[in-house]
């Protein structure tokens, strides 16, 4: 029997290999984005806004925090099924996938994680529903790769309680956010607080002049004598590890989701070389152009293997972070070389955002920047290779 040719975007029939309901999310999740993203989102990002309309429609849809409980809003999925949601997602836009990445990873998980029952049951439920909005601080000014020596800082009152004084630098929807996870080092070390919109000493305010990740808002957290009451403390966050647990699950996000962009460009880079005709011939017949195509989708099906692998053991609860790193690393940079190339070969085309491959091009350098650099995730691999820390 002679098979079929698979088709590019899913060229080893991973598909196969999910459950029926990973399928059903995925397609869902893409279904919205279809109908939900792709109309408008070219506007936001020259507009530089967020399609903030959607953020309740997104929480109905159970995009945010989806491997919680259900008894805090979450579906309980597994991390496959997680990772879908954040490819659909980048399809559309990495602004997209960044939302739903901050929101479930860095603000629903350290609060699920680290928080106090109190803390879950005020905060959780409502923002799965996207009836509140949560921003992750803590990256500063003069402290970006190397969070550590954050200068933040968080120190007791003595009647109990706690006041911050320091500043927080490109935080995703920091300026929309209801609540925010604020790192800041105390006498006793690294800890986190909830820091609630309209706190006395705390200001929020949007960064401009973004040439990437435009469909994204981007914001500067001050703490300026900031008074904090104890129950503001996430009680179970010690050091700096604690942050850094939070960054795994959201890297594990963006290396899903790095797959959306990469896709979507290939997509629009083959449909075009089919159909545009140069010297009596359409692009897509000439060696060059193939060899681009054939490079392309290796580098696509290789990063979705990756990620399959990835998920398998997240869901066993036995993915170290150094395997995060690799995937992150691999998947973004995969995603940032196909969308180059497929600019490349739109032509005049590829440079307005008629199409996305531009648009996907410039949000993958923040995506390559945040969450830890390539370089970073370099070092991460090298010492784990060699049991030496080139850090420093
Ligand atoms: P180091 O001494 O190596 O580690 C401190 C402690 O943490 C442990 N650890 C980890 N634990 C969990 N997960 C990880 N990935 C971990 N990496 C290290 C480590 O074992 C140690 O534990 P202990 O018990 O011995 O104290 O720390 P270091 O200061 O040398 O820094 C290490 C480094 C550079 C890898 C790390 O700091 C790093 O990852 N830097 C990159 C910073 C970063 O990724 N920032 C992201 C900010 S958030 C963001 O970008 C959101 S974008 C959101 C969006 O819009 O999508
Ligand atoms: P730097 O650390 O100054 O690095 C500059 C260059 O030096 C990079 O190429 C880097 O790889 C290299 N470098 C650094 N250290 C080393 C070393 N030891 N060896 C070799 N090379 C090195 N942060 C948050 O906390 N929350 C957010 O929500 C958030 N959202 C973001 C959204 C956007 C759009 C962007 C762009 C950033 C966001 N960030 C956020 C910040 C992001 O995590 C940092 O930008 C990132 O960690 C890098 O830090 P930096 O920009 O200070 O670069």
């Known amino acids: 029997m002679r098979r079929s040719i698979p088709p590019f975007d899913d060229f080893l029939d991973l598909s196969e290999l999910l459950e029926e309901h990973q399928r059903s999310i995925r397609d869902a999740a893409r279904q919205w984005v279809e109908k939900r993203v792709r109309p408008t989102i070219a506007h936001h990002f020259e507009e530089g806004s967020f399609p ?25 999925l597994d991390a496959i099924s997680y990772g879908l949601i954040l490819q659909e997602l980048e399809r559309g836009d990495s602004g997209m ?23 879950r049951q005020r905060w959780l439920p409502r923002l799965a529903r ?7 601080g803590l990256t500063e000014p003069d402290h970006g790769s190397d969070p550590g020596g954050m200068q933040t800082s968080a120190l007791p009152l003595p009647g109990g309680g706690w006041r911050l004084n320091g500043r927080k630098m490109w935080i995703t929807n920091g300026s929309i956010a209801d609540v925010a996870v604020v790192w ?30 435009r469909a994204s808002i981007t914001s500067e957290l001050l703490l300026d004598d900031c008074e904090l009451g104890e129950e503001a403390r ?10 850094l647990s939070c960054l795994n699950k ?13 896709t979507d460009c290939l997509a629009c880079a083959v449909e075009h070389q089919k159909n545009r005709w140069q010297f009596g011939r359409p692009l897509a017949s000439f060696q060059l152009q193939q060899a681009r195509m054939a490079e392309m989708v290796s580098r696509l099906s290789q990063a979705q293997l990756l990620m399959w692998r990835l998920g398998q053991l997240e869901a066993q609860g036995r993915l170290h972070h150094t395997q995060v790193s690799l995937a992150k690393r691999n998947n973004v940079q995969a995603a940032l070389e196909i969308a180059r190339e497929s ?3 739109l032509g005049a085309s590829g440079i307005t955002s008629e199409l996305s491959v531009m648009r996907h091009m410039l949000n993958l350098e923040s995506v390559s920047t945040y969450e830890g650099t390539h370089d970073i995730h370099t070092l991460v691999l090298g010492e784990a290779l060699t049991g030496m820390s080139a850090f420093r």
């Open 130 to 136: 996207g009836q509140a909005v949560g921003c992750f």
């Open 52 to 76: 903030v309309e959607l953020i309740r429609e997104m929480g109905s849809m159970g995009f945010f925090g989806p491997s919680l409980p259900e008894e805090y809003g979450g579906a309980g």
């Open 343 to 345: 600019r490349q070969m």
């Open 97 to 119: 996938r960044s939302f739903s990445s901050v929101q479930s990873s860095l603000v629903m998980y350290p609060i699920f994680s680290y928080g106090s029952e109190q803390q």
């Open 250 to 262: 959201a890297r594990y996000g963006i290396a899903w989701g790095a797959l959306g962009a990469a």
């Open 184 to 213: 800041a080092k105390s006498p006793d070390g690294i800890r986190a607080f909830l820091v609630e919109k309209g706190t006395p000493g705390f200001l929020a305010q949007t960064m401009a002049h973004k040439l990437s990740l």
């Open 234 to 243: 996430l009680p179970e966050a010690m050091g700096l590890g604690a942050a």
